[in-house]
C-alpha cells in the first residue's frame, strides 16, 4: 500500500475500503482465470502445466500445446506391460518405471499413487476431461501415448478385486 494507515477512525476507514477494492480485483480475476481456463478445456486443450510424459510447447496454431517426449516411450511401455499381464501389480510397474529412470526416487513404493492416477487418466489416450469443474471426457488436441484399447485393458485389471494382492515369494 502507497497509503500511511494510522490508528484515527479514517485511517481505519480508509484501510477498509482499500481492502475490500484489493479483495475484489482478487476475487473477479479468478472467475475470470477460471472461466477462460473452463473454455479451454471444453475446447480439447489442457490448460495447466504440462503432465508427467508431455511437455507444453508454443504452437502457432493451437497455442501452448502438450505433446509427448522422451519420458512417454517408459509411459506407453509400462502401459502396455501392465494391460497385458506382464505386469502384474501397481507396485511392479512403479519398480519397472523407477528402474528405466521415469522416477529418480530408489523406493518404488513412494510411486504407488501418482502411478494409480496415471493409469486412470484419459489424458494419456488423447482426451480431456476435468470433472472438478464439470468438464465431460471429450477429445483432445494434443497427441495420446496409448490407444483407446490399452486404456480400457488397463481399467479393467484396476476394477478387478485382487489385484493388490500379494505374490508369494516361492512361486
Not at 500511511?4 to 479514517?10: A, G, I, V
Not at 523406493?107 to 487418466?121: G, H, P, R
Not at 485393458?153 to 478385486?161: C, S, T, V, W
Request: charge should be positive.
Amino acid at each position: 500500500p502507497n497509503f500511511q494507515f494510522d490508528d484515527t477512525p479514517e485511517g481505519d476507514y480508509i484501510e477498509t475500503v482499500v481492502t475490500a477494492g484489493n479483495e475484489l480485483q482478487r476475487k473477479v480475476n479468478r472467475r475470470q482465470v477460471i472461466q477462460k481456463q473452463k473454455a479451454r478445456l471444453e475446447a480439447g486443450y489442457w490448460p495447466f502445466g504440462a503432465k508427467k510424459g508431455y511437455t507444453m510447447i508454443k504452437d502457432p496454431q493451437h497455442g501452448k500445446l502438450c505433446v509427448p517426449n522422451k519420458e512417454a516411450e517408459i509411459i506407453k511401455e509400462g502401459f502396455e506391460l501392465f494391460a497385458n499381464g506382464t505386469i502384474v501389480r501397481k507396485i511392479d510397474l512403479c519398480q519397472f518405471m523407477v528402474d528405466k529412470g521415469f522416477w529418480k526416487n530408489q523406493y518404488a513404493c513412494a510411486y504407488i499413487n501418482k502411478v494409480t492416477e496415471i493409469l486412470s487418466n484419459p489424458f494419456y489416450v488423447g482426451d480431456i476431461e476435468y470433472p472438478a469443474w464439470e468438464v465431460s471426457r471429450r477429445k483432445g488436441h494434443h497427441q495420446g501415448i496409448i490407444s483407446e484399447e490399452t486404456f480400457n485393458l488397463i481399467q479393467k485389471r484396476i476394477a478387478r478385486n485382487g489385484l493388490a494382492r500379494t505374490i508369494r515369494a516361492d512361486i
